[in-house]
T-cell receptor, first 109, second 115 residues
Framework: KNEVEQSPQNLTAQEGEFITINCSYS?????LHWLQQHPGGGIVSLFM???GKKKHGRLIATINIQEKHSSLHITASHPRDSAVYIC???????????FGAGTILRVKS | NAGVMQNPRHLVRRRGQEARLRCSPM?????VYWYRQLPEEGLKFMVY????????ESGMPKERFSAEFPKEGPSILRIQQVVRGDSAAYFC?????????????FGQGTRLTVV
């Protein structure tokens, strides 16, 4: 079993829909990152969380440390949101990131 | 303030050749991480370096792969005698310090194709 599990693996939505991507992890962490990767592109950091909730524009990220679970929400989705969204955790004992397999999001107009 | 710079963006090598991937961290960053993304797979940690030191190379294959981060110049990931299975995207990330709440800044990646 992977240390970081994401769901769903693939997600297709209509423009304007509210989207949720989930991430569960099984290790103690010091921080959790949500990352975005466009096809053939680089990796962009969206959020870094160690507790609570953060909001940036139409993106919201939450984390529940007790339940070892995080969610990334996209409100009023748009085709330009189509990308791979990756959850990654930084272990409380180390510096490296451990990644989920990613969620492939496609938003149709 | 330029971000993390990786070059080349694309690299094609024949089997048996050497591949050298370079990563210049953000200004003021002294910690560099290399990650590999194999086709249709997630990102995996390879190696963590500080200036002139390898801190954690637990994700690095034991043979043919090496990494350095000299006092001057970029970090280099070197793959000797490349094989088809080395074809992947290699990403570098840098951070200013170690610790709990360290933001991660990624480069655009180097896409290595072994033919």
């Amino acid at each position: 079993k992977n240390e970081v599990e994401q769901s769903p693996q693939n997600l297709t939505a209509q423009e304007g829909e509210f989207i949720t991507i989930n991430c569960s992890y099984s290790v103690g962490i010091s921080a959790l990152h949500w990352l975005q990767q466009h096809p053939g592109g680089g990796i962009v950091s969206l959020f870094m969380l160690s507790s609570g909730k953060k909001k940036h524009g139409r993106l919201i990220a939450t984390i529940n440390i007790q339940e070892k679970h995080s969610s990334l929400h996209i409100t009023a989705s748009h085709p330009r949101d189509s990308a791979v969204y990756i959850c990654a955790v930084r272990s409380e004992y180390g510096n490296k990131l451990v990644f989920g397999a990613g969620t492939i999001l496609r938003v149709k107009s | 303030n330029a971000g993390v710079m990786q070059n080349p963006r694309h690299l094609v090598r024949r089997r048996g050749q050497e591949a050298r991937l370079r990563c210049s961290p953000m200004k003021g960053h002294s910690h560099v991480y290399w990650y590999r993304q194999l086709p249709e797979e997630g990102l995996k940690f390879m190696v963590y370096l500080q200036k002139e030191n390898i801190i954690d190379e637990s994700g690095m294959p034991k043979e043919r792969f090496s990494a350095e981060f000299p006092k001057e110049g970029p970090s280099i990931l070197r793959i000797q005698q490349v094989v088809r299975g080395d074809s992947a995207a290699y990403f570098c990330a840098s951070s200013p310090m170690t610790g709990m709440n360290t933001e991660a800044f990624f480069g655009q990646g180097t896409r290595l194709t072994v033919v």
